[in-house]
């Protein structure tokens, strides 16, 4: 009796759909917001922005997905498991190019952009006893650079590269994240660490006020070395405990991704939404300040997707 009344369901909810698709009423599409982890930039953002599209897009159902962040949400597209996600700038333009080393097995050709968002810096902090307080001062020390693979680890590779090192020159290289990078600091188990986040990040605040520390500097020529995803930036005087100066620095933007299976329609309301509920996204995180739209389509590393083309051109930014 149990499963007969199970399929009868099934059929009546398949009758449903079936009439529900072929009458005359727009289908539902759904839209999965890939982010990162919960404690990170990308989840918060990515909430606000379900929140954004749940209560404008005329009949989208929303979720939002605590994921690995760039890697893994660029995988997921490129397998129509999400409908937009969030990423570092670097990660989408090895994710294009297929590279094996950042965790991608072949080029991911469905990828198509939305957006560039806001910077993420590169913040090179070392203890003031280790002397370190320039790039080429790390030789023979310790660092951690982020978890294995990770959008900071590739971040990490790459400005060692451009100053023509790699961590064969470091001391000793952990694959560490960011609070336990801190902790190693604090016991005088590592010199120096590398994070790639918004300004003011809460494990380095953490860190400035516990121990001298000194911020490294990154000079412009690394950045221009890198080219775009990469700009060159500062750290302003005061962003942590002891920091009297501006320190000089690399960012990589951030960039909001879709893939080539999303309408047309779609990626049009996901772009024009985003840009007209700015103070929203604001609300949820302080990085989303440097949100801009004169900024949207700069060092876009892969197509950007026809409907977020269609909404730039009528900005007459195309």
Request: charged share 20%; proline share 5%; glycine share 8%.
């Amino acid at each position: 009796m149990h499963f007969s009344r199970l399929s009868t369901l099934a059929a009546a909810a398949l009758a449903a759909s079936v009439a529900f698709g072929t009458s005359g009423a727009r289908a539902e599409q759904f839209v999965n917001v890939l982010t990162g982890g919960t404690s990170g930039v990308y989840y918060p953002l990515g909430v606000a922005l379900s929140k954004i599209y749940g209560e404008k897009i005329p009949d989208v159902r929303t979720q939002v997905q605590a994921t690995k962040a760039s890697v893994e949400n660029l995988n997921l597209l490129q397998q129509g498991k999400g409908e937009i996600g969030f990423s570092l700038g670097d990660s989408v333009k090895l994710a294009a190019e297929g590279n094996a080393d950042a965790g991608f097995k072949a080029p991911l050709d469905k990828l198509r952009g939305i957006a560039a968002i806001y910077p993420n810096y590169i913040q090179i902090v070392a203890t003031k006893d280790s002397g370190v307080t320039s790039l080429a001062d790390l030789k023979g020390k310790s660092l951690s650079v982020g978890a294995p693979k990770s959008g900071t680890e590739l971040n990490a590779r790459a400005i060692l590269g451009a100053a023509s090192m790699s961590y064969e020159d470091l001391g000793k290289t952990e694959y560490l994240p960011f609070a336990e990078s801190v902790e190693l600091i604090k016991n005088r188990q590592l010199d120096a660490t590398l994070q790639s986040a918004g300004l003011g990040v809460a494990s380095l605040k953490d860190l400035s006020t516990s121990l001298p520390v000194s911020l490294v500097a990154v000079p412009a020529d690394v950045a221009n070395a890198l080219g775009a995803p990469y700009i060159a930036a500062t750290i302003p005087a005061g962003t942590y405990e002891g920091q009297t100066e501006d320190v000089p620095t690399v960012a990589v933007v951030n960039f909001l991704v879709t893939h080539s299976e999303v309408s047309d329609d779609l990626a049009y309301e996901m772009t024009k939404q985003l840009f007209e509920n700015l103070p929203e996204m604001q609300a949820a995180h302080n990085a989303a300040k440097d949100i801009k739209l004169e900024d949207a389509t700069k060092g876009m590393p892969i197509p950007l997707h026809p409907g977020a083309e269609r909404y730039y051109k009528e900005k007459g930014m195309l």
